[in-house]
């Protein structure tokens, strides 16, 4: 099956940067859209970043010209790349990756959506 694990996270003071990563485990074939999503206690979880397979970008209103997604596409892994963070940006961010296809064998699955464990990126004030 396939997994996100994230990494990266921590503490970073107000308008410093910070690097977080979603690397995929597994026999990935195809997706159509990998993404960061944050989710702070008592509010629902909001899209920050994606990215779809064939390189079109959307950002939040909220990081446009702070943040950065990328991928490595030969190590399955998207990056989120923050500038310029502010206290509001504290939150657990979640890798997200959609309509996966996993190859092993002579067998093919289609994930509808995965999600990551998150990790914690908290901006002192």
């Known amino acids: 099956q396939v997994q996100l694990v994230e990494s990266g996270g921590g503490l970073v003071q107000p308008g410093g940067s910070l690097r977080i990563s979603c690397r995929a485990s597994?026999?990935?074939?195809?997706?159509?859209?990998m993404g960061w999503y944050r989710q702070v206690p008592g509010k629902q979880r909001e899209m920050v970043a994606t990215?779809?397979?064939?390189?079109?970008?959307n950002y939040a209103d909220s990081v446009k010209g702070r943040f950065i997604i990328a991928r490595d596409v030969a190590e399955n892994t998207v990056f989120l790349q923050m500038y310029g963070l502010k206290p509001e940006d504290t939150a657990a961010y979640y890798c997200?990756?959609?309509?996966?296809?996993?190859?092993?064998?002579?067998?093919?699955?289609?994930?509808?959506?995965?999600w990551g464990q998150g990790t914690l990126v908290t901006v002192s004030s």
């Open positions: 597994g026999s990935i074939f195809s997706f159509n859209s």
């Open positions: 990215i779809t397979s064939d390189g079109m970008i």
């Open positions: 997200n990756a959609d309509q996966v296809t996993e190859r092993h064998g002579s067998n093919t699955r289609v994930y509808p959506e995965i």
